[in-house]
């Protein structure tokens, strides 16, 4: 293998291109980013580069010592694919050959039907969008008045970092609980309250019904109650959209992402990672594709390692403990495992009441994640137990003894 | 990374060495949970490296901590 092209120029990518180097290989990497930047760390754009507390300079993944030796095509759109010959058209420079290609090209923001064309209506993926908003949120005369629209991780870190810089924010969502589809209801709630603590306005159950506008600007939210919201800017945070749509007739199967075997391997030559990417889980016997920061980073790195092992690759078999941190005002949450709205909840350590605690969850007899409001040690140390598995019992027994 | 790293033995070799940028570090305690060997966040949420040099058998786990790290705040001079 000579040649290898990786789509998505962002932290599967690059992770993955890292990777290939550290594994020896020597030929070509070209990365094709649709961005003009360099690979940058998402998760501050919705924290600390949103707050002004972080450069833009600060988040980019490449560091000093880091010569890959890459050849960058950023700009650049890859358009369609053909899985048999790895041959890659893209926008502006032409086609590629290549002998292994990584699929990394992420996912989008899902819009928020009829906002097109309104101004004061974000969504938020990229450097870019996070510096519109920041530029949003702190101009203008008096406190800025924020509906976010889904109380999902995304809108909740938005809600907290402008409450941080004063803005009046309403949070809108349409279930009757944040996160209702993840996880069961009581961490859903706490997830709720640290908001309401800090003087956010959190409509649940609420769908958006309509837009009312000011020269074009939007003024306010009209919601399924009946209610209408004033504001002066809109942050959408309604989910994702897998890049996939550019696939067609590669002859890759597509199923909201790009469907792997359990080894990250699409097709012979064809790997793919992180938000894009779907794949059978067999340590929890389930097909996913996980949105989160650390899936993108170790399915990057194992994609790449699948891809340079060819035929012999087929016993690396992908099985991560998927984990999850959202910094939301000054609480640190974490969640690892694979959870559902269903499943039993224990408190082994704090209290709910405190905002600071440790919540083991469980199905079938069996220990299936963790979830921690400023706990960190605590979970990562459970995190250990999820990968080596533990029957539910013997969690809690473990708890009982309070290590 | 190894590749650097001279082969021919000396008395005192030179090894790589963990640095944490504590400006960066929020104790989000992932690579506790990668290198327990080398780094433990404590109750009292601090981070503290148990071990500065590393093993060379424990190169790539180190790594991995690095990458792994969400805040970017851990790096292995050489």
Redesign the interface.
């Given at each position: 293998m000579r040649y290898i092209a990786i789509v998505g120029a962002s932290l599967a990518g690059y992770?993955a291109a890292?990777t290939l180097r550290?594994e020896g290989f020597d030929g070509t990497i070209t990365l094709i980013g649709d961005e003009r930047r360099r690979p940058y760390?998402r998760?501050p754009l919705s924290k600390k580069v949103l707050a002004g507390e972080a450069e833009p300079e600060s988040i980019v993944?490449e560091?000093s010592g880091d010569d890959l030796g890459i050849e960058w095509r950023l700009d650049e759109r890859a358009v369609s694919f053909d899985a048999s010959g790895l041959a890659l058209s893209l926008e502006r420079g032409g086609e590629l050959e290549a002998d292994g290609v990584i699929l990394a090209c992420g996912a989008r923001p899902r819009p928020l039907p009829g906002t097109d064309g309104i101004l004061g209506v974000h969504l938020l993926r990229t450097l870019d969008d996070s510096l519109a908003l920041r530029e949003a949120l702190t101009t203008g005369v008096g406190p800025r008045r924020l509906v976010v629209v889904g109380a999902g991780f995304i809108g909740a870190e938005v809600a907290a970092t402008a409450r941080g810089l004063g803005c009046e924010v309403t949070v809108v969502e349409a279930l009757d609980r944040p996160l209702a589809r993840v996880l069961p209801p009581v961490l859903g709630q706490v997830c709720a309250d640290v908001h309401t603590d800090q003087g956010v306005d959190l409509r649940l159950g609420a769908g958006v019904d309509g837009f009312d506008t000011d020269d074009g600007s939007i003024s306010a939210v009209r919601l399924s109650d009946g209610s209408s919201v004033e504001a002066d800017l809109v942050a959408v945070g309604i989910g994702v959209v897998p890049n996939t749509e550019w696939l067609d007739g590669s002859g890759l199967t597509i199923d909201n992402g790009v469907v792997c075997d359990e080894t990250t391997l699409a097709a012979p030559g064809v790997v793919a990672a992180g938000d894009v990417a779907r794949w059978p889980n067999r340590r929890f016997g389930e097909s996913m594709r996980v949105e989160h920061?650390?899936n993108a980073?170790?399915m990057g790195?194992h994609a790449a390692r699948r891809l340079l092992a060819g035929d012999g690759g087929v016993d690396l078999v992908y099985e991560p403990v998927p984990?999850f941190?959202s910094?939301q005002y000054d609480r640190?949450i974490?969640l690892v495992g694979r959870v559902g709205p269903d499943d039993q909840v224990q408190v082994i350590d704090g209290s709910i009441a405190d905002r600071r605690f440790v919540a083991l969850i469980g199905r079938d007899g069996q220990l299936v994640g963790a979830f921690g409001m400023?706990r960190?040690?605590a979970?990562?140390?459970w995190?250990?137990r999820l990968e080596e598995g533990m029957s539910w019992d013997d969690a809690l027994a473990l708890a009982s003894e309070g290590s | 990374?190894m590749a650097n790293v001279t082969s021919v033995p000396t008395q005192e070799t030179v090894m790589a060495k963990i640095a944490v940028n504590f400006d960066l570090c929020?104790?989000?305690?992932?690579c506790?949970?990668v290198a327990p060997k080398y780094f433990?966040?404590?109750?009292d949420?601090f981070l503290y490296i148990l071990q500065e040099e590393i093993d060379e058998a424990d190169a790539a786990t180190v790594?991995e901590a690095v990458?792994?790290c969400?805040k970017?705040a851990i790096?292995i001079e050489p």
């Open positions: 992770r890292q550290r760390d998760p993944l560091r920061w650390d980073v170790s790195q984990y941190w910094d640190k974490q400023n960190p040690p979970v990562q140390r995190r250990t | 990374m929020e104790s989000n305690a992932v506790m949970q433990e966040v404590r109750d949420d790594q990458d792994r969400p970017q790096s």
